[in-house]
């Protein structure tokens, strides 16, 4: 941990947390590599030790990159990790992209991951829906957490994002900055199937915006036009002119025949 001072409030959540996750003995937790559950993860392995398993789901909605971030930042933590195979594109409710996709995903991960954990003599199944995710009606994987028993113990302790964000530099995880994420199938408009080989064309997509040194991105699919957000701040370098060629001509090689810069800049939500 740093030397930063911790206010009495968040200490006394971060308290609240560690008694949570040590009352149920032993917990499996959706792990994703992302700000929340990376902080989850660590407080569980430092409460639990081999007890705490973390489990990230491979699919095509993830991108190559952040599984990879996320197994490394496992690793170097010593924190114990599987990896399981969730295939929600098996399901035609998931593909047809209506708006309970997220429902379907969450639904699927959640039974596999309750079924790994059982098979492991593991008592709770955690993910990492915090205290601000209430106010958000959009998220429907917290209802199907709920339906299957699935713990939020970061939300029971009352911790919100910025508390997060804060407790996680103290501890000195790489995530506490971590721009936003969200699965590759949130590129798509509701309504647009989805299939693998869309979604790889997207996460290539966002790998050259990565590349060129973007922090907070997405590349949105729109059939053959790709709607690139970035952070309005970042609007000016996406008409230098060296940088602004490469990435037509990289767009344009995965099969995307109009590329467009969003005025209105990321922000969440914008293809629903």
């Known amino acids: 941990m740093t030397d930063t001072t911790l206010s009495p409030e968040l200490a006394a959540k971060e308290a609240a947390l560690r008694g949570i996750l040590e009352a149920c003995g032993s917990v ?3 792990y994703s590599g992302g700000v929340d559950s990376s902080y989850l ?16 789901a491979d699919s095509p909605s993830i991108p190559r990159a952040e599984l990879a971030e996320a197994r490394a930042l496992a690793a170097a933590r010593g924190w114990r990790l599987d990896v399981i195979q969730t295939r929600e594109f098996d399901l035609e409710d998931y593909r047809r992209n209506d708006g309970r996709r997220c429902y379907h995903c969450k639904a699927t991960l959640f039974s596999t991951l309750r079924a790994h954990a059982d098979a492991r003599g593991i008592a709770e199944v955690a993910h990492g829906e915090i205290a601000d995710d209430a106010l958000d009606p959009t998220r429907l994987g917290a209802l199907a957490a709920r339906e299957q028993g699935v713990r939020a113990p970061l939300a029971e302790a009352g911790l919100t994002k910025d508390d997060i964000r804060a407790l996680s530099r103290r501890r000195g995880l790489p995530t506490w900055d971590k721009p936003s994420f969200a699965c590759l199938s949130s590129r798509f408009p509701k309504g ?5 080989e869309d979604l790889l064309h997207v996460e290539r997509a966002e790998e050259c915006l990565r590349a060129l040194g973007f922090r907070q991105y997405r590349a949105r699919h729109h059939g053959d036009l790709c709607r690139i957000e970035v952070d309005p701040a970042d609007l000016p370098r996406m008409l230098e002119p060296g940088l602004r060629e490469q990435l037509v001509e990289t767009l344009r090689g995965l099969g995307y025949r109009h590329v467009t810069v969003d005025l209105a800049g990321y922000r969440t939500g914008s293809t629903a």
Request: aromatic share 0%; hydrophobic share 65%.
């Open 192 to 196: 647009v199937a989805l299939s693998p």
């Open 28 to 30: 499996a937790v959706a």
């Open 41 to 56: 993860a660590d407080v569980a392995h430092e409460v639990l030790g081999d007890r705490a398993l973390l489990v990230i």
